[in-house]
Structure formats: C-alpha cells, structure tokens
C-alpha cells in the first residue's frame, strides 16, 4: 500500500486498518477480510468494487479510481 495513497491524492480518501484494534476486526468481520494484506476499493455509495488479497496491482487500483473518479 505504500506509495497509493499519493497515486490517488484528490481523488480518493486511503484508510488503513490495524486488524487487531477493535475497529480493524469488527471490519474484517463485516467485509470477510481473512488475510491481510487485503484491499478493499469502495464506490461513493460505499460498494465494494475491487478487492485484492496479497499486495495490490498499484496500476489496477489507480486506474479504477480514476474510473470511478470519472477521470481517463
């Protein structure tokens, strides 16, 4: 995840979890979040619409929020 947050500045809000904080598992729980790293895209009526286990595709996640963003 390093480096996305500046790959997707004004376009969408970063939010990292501590999964052993109560509010990191109760996240979790509610998005079946098992392994870690996990990351979840959601949409502006809070979808999730792109989800990766593992480390994500930098390219694949910038291109899906410029998308959604409704940028090229």
């Known amino acids: ?7 997707v ?3 969408a809000t970063v939010l990292r979890l ?3 904080s109560d509010v990191g598992r109760e996240a979790a729980s509610l ?3 098992s392994s870690v790293p996990t990351t979840l895209l959601f ?4 979808r999730v ?4 286990t593992g480390l994500p595709d930098r ?3 910038r291109a899906k929020v410029a998308e959604l963003a409704g940028r090229p």
């Open 18 to 20: 501590d999964l052993l």
């Open 59 to 61: 390219g694949a996640f």
């Open 1 to 7: 995840m390093d480096g996305i947050e500046d790959d």
């Open 43 to 46: 949409d502006g009526a809070g």
């Open 31 to 33: 998005y079946g979040v």
């Open 49 to 52: 619409v792109m989800r990766e």
């Open 9 to 11: 500045s004004g376009q």
